[in-house]
């Protein structure tokens, strides 16, 4: 990867919001150690099982968190844009990653040490609230994809795909080829390529060599399943922009005053009723 020695500049300058966050609100000392990479496409920025040497935060980058299996076939579990950052193992204490993190679109990114991240991550009460509640929306989509994967058509794991892709981008095109989009999802090319086919047809997409564009978002936003929209609110409820330091408090609820419902019974949607536990 190209290395290049940023200066520092002032946080509102970055492109990736959770850095812009970070700088502005809680730490500056972590500008000093920044380092502004290329990430070409299909670079490997680190494999699973492997240590963490760096966190990325990407400008206009795409990077796809890949879980793989043993006879080396994969399925993307999460993308990261310019709304987050990859590289949480290091903080949360895993120190070694479960997933292989894939460029998927290539940009730059600014990376910092994972050893001064982590300094300042148990230094600051406020930035590990802040990295908490993206490591949360970050889980939403994890586990919304792979509910998704199980139970849905290709057509809407497609645009769910192609719309979480197109807002980590913050734009309306996407560098991606149909076979590319079905190694990530783990499904057949010919499944990708009759979906985006009837996509082009009703208007939602166009799509000309390797690179797909939304035209209709609102239509394709109605083909998608209710996937993206559990995945679109839990990450705009929880982005880096809502982040205020100095009016969020970080105390977690004394145990007399938790919500009633955390250990009460109440229905969990399937007509039963769950208990749970303190």
């Excluded at 913050?170 to 009759?194: F, N, P």
Aim: aromatic share 6%; proline share 4%.
């Amino acid at each position: 990867m190209k290395v290049t020695y940023a200066m520092p500049k002032p946080p509102e300058l970055y492109q990736n919001e959770l850095l812009a966050v970070l700088l502005t609100e809680i730490s500056d000392r972590i500008a000093g150690d920044l380092k502004l990479v290329d990430l070409p496409l299909g670079s490997v920025i680190y494999e699973a099982g492997f240590a963490e040497r760096y966190a990325y935060f990407p400008n206009n980058a795409l990077i796809s968190l890949l879980s793989v299996i043993e006879n080396g076939k994969s399925a993307e579990v999460a993308v990261v844009g310019s709304e987050g950052m990859v590289g949480i193992d290091a903080l949360t204490g895993g120190r070694n990653p479960c997933s292989q993190a894939m460029v998927q679109c290539a940009g730059s990114a600014y990376r910092v040490s994972t050893r001064l991240l982590r300094e300042e991550f148990n230094r600051h009460d406020e930035m590990r609230w802040l990295i908490l509640r993206y490591i949360q929306a970050l889980f939403a989509q994890i586990s919304q994809a792979a509910v998704c994967n199980r139970h849905h058509s290709i057509e809407q794991q497609f645009c769910r795909k192609l719309l979480i892709s197109v807002d980590c981008l913050s734009g309306d095109e996407i560098a991606l080829t149909h076979g590319k989009i079905a190694d990530l999802l783990g499904v057949r090319r010919e499944g990708v390529t009759a979906a985006a086919g009837e996509l082009r047809k009703l208007g939602a997409i166009d799509y000309q060599r390797g690179r797909i564009r939304i035209l209709d978002r609102e239509r394709l936003e109605e083909l998608s399943c209710e996937c993206y929209a559990v995945v679109k609110s839990e990450c705009n409820r929880l982005r880096p922009s809502e982040f205020r330091a100095s009016t969020l408090n970080v105390m977690p609820w004394p145990a007399t005053e938790r919500p009633a419902d955390v250990t009460a019974g109440r229905s969990n949607g399937s007509g039963s009723t769950a208990t749970y536990l303190n």
